[in-house]
């Protein structure tokens, strides 16, 4: 502990690196400060209504993504959520479309203008998704909770314009602590407002198993114990990989010519148990949405059964299909984001080989069927961790408690986390200082 603590106090001594943290917690304190200043026409002390409906459930995902600035009708209650949906809708039209295939393969140029295009396509989602918000305010508040008037177009073209400039704020927001700060800025404001719902939960957990004599302390003491032994597993899964040994060509020079020596150095391709990320739960999230909303237009008795299953987050045939859906999921998503047929070419071109695998397409055969048998385990923990939280509130958990023992919450708060000491790291090891886990000894600089 006294090596992590001196590993902190380098931190500050590498003035690029202190002012890169600094500037990143002042744009993520803008963005939380914006989370809680309210829409124009819209009276802040009659959002009661509004916050009880995002107390559990699919609204509490809702809110606990945005910081909780949905449930305060807050300028940036659509949140970064619109910039990750147009993420993921262009990344998946990369696959089919040949000009955004072409944009992948362009570089640097082709990366600002793939960037370009997700700008443009998450001003279209912000409009769409804006007037969805004020029509869920009109449905949950009072009508005298607004100011302008009940149902005023001035109130709705106003509040659609602030909802997008909001979205387009904290997208910018995000895209300057990823140049000027320490890097995954969208993935920082995510992660800013799920742990800004921590405090809150656990509080309410306390009151229950201690105030409320629920349990008890020792109760409690086992839901922490608990909780970081999830949070250990999801490191493990976020951090396994596999090690594919590789052999490159030996270059010798002999007299006055060169020849080519199998058995050079020997490396790793290292294949990640859990490729896809957090990726598989959010599509599965997303899919999960449809079947109560589609049951929920007709009135016959058998709807409305399948609506309320689906629109049990904790309920266990919600959590069934959720769990499904996350390993199909995975396999999706890790086939489309590990191009093994890539991988093999660049392999074959620098020379190196897998031993006892011929290059090509034998290389390919070979790595993606090691990331067909590794990815399977991956996608049974990824959805075990992912129904958890369903699994807790089953022994008396408070719901928004259980939030944190599972799902995209807490992976993404675990993966986000080890990428940002990561980038830590690597300023800590370029000015000859070990890492943040290492001792803080200034290394001896090499010429």
């Known amino acids: 502990m006294k090596k992590f603590f001196e590993s902190l106090a380098n931190v500050w001594k590498i003035e690029e690196l202190k002012n890169r943290i600094l500037f990143t917690l002042g744009l993520l304190l803008v963005y939380r400060f914006g989370a809680h200043v309210t829409l124009p026409g819209i009276d802040a002390s009659q959002l009661h209504s509004l916050a009880g409906q995002t107390k559990d459930g699919i609204g509490s995902i809702l809110d606990m993504f945005t910081g909780g600035a949905f449930s305060k009708a807050s300028v940036f209650a659509l949140g970064i959520m619109p910039y990750i949906s147009a993420s993921i809708v262009v990344q998946l039209m990369g696959i089919a479309i040949p000009y955004l295939q072409k944009l992948q393969k362009d570089g640097e140029s082709g990366r600002k203008k793939i960037n370009q295009i997700t700008r443009w396509l998450t001003i279209a989602i912000t409009l769409v998704q804006g007037p969805g918000y004020i029509y869920n305010l009109y449905k949950t508040l009072p009508q005298s909770a607004f100011l302008l008037g009940f149902d005023s177009f001035s109130f709705l073209f106003s509040s659609v314009l602030i909802l997008t400039t909001g979205t387009i704020f904290a997208m910018w927001l995000g895209e300057k602590i990823t140049d000027k700060g320490i890097g995954n800025g969208i993935s920082l404001l995510i992660m800013v407002g799920i742990l800004a719902r921590l405090p809150q939960a656990f509080v309410q957990e306390f009151q229950s198993t201690i105030t409320n004599n629920n349990g008890g302390p020792m109760l409690l003491v086992i839901e922490v114990i608990v909780w970081l032994l999830v949070i250990i597993a999801c490191v493990l899964l976020v951090m396994a990989v596999r090690k594919i040994p590789v052999q490159y060509a030996r270059r010798t ?14 490396q790793w391709i290292p294949l990640k ?40 987050m904790f309920g266990f045939w919600y959590n069934l299909v959720f769990a499904l859906l996350i390993v199909v999921f995975t396999y999706f998503y890790t086939a489309i984001t590990v191009p093994t047929n890539k991988m093999a070419d660049d392999l074959k071109r ?3 080989f897998i031993p006892g695998v011929r290059p090509g397409v034998e290389t390919s055969d070979f ?26 509130v089953s022994f008396g958990v408070q719901q928004s408690w259980a939030m944190f023992f599972g799902g995209t919450s807490l992976i993404i708060m675990v993966g986000v986390a080890i990428d940002t000491i990561q980038q830590i790291n690597s300023y800590l090891l370029n000015k000859h200082y070990d890492g943040l886990m290492k001792s803080g000894k200034n290394r001896k600089a090499v010429a």
């Open 367 to 392: 790595l993606d069927h090691i990331m067909s048998l590794i990815t399977f385990p991956g996608s049974l923990f990824l959805a075990l961790i992912a129904v958890f939280p369903a699994i807790v």
């Open 273 to 312: 148990l859990n490729a896809s990320g957090v990726m598989p739960i959010i599509f599965a999230q997303a899919i999960m949405f449809i079947p109560a909303a589609l049951a929920g237009l007709s009135q016959s008795e058998t709807s409305q059964s399948i609506a309320g299953a689906f629109s049990n």
């Open 350 to 352: 620098s020379g190196g």
């Open 253 to 266: 020079t002999t007299g006055d010519y060169e020849q080519d020596a199998a058995g050079g150095n020997r």
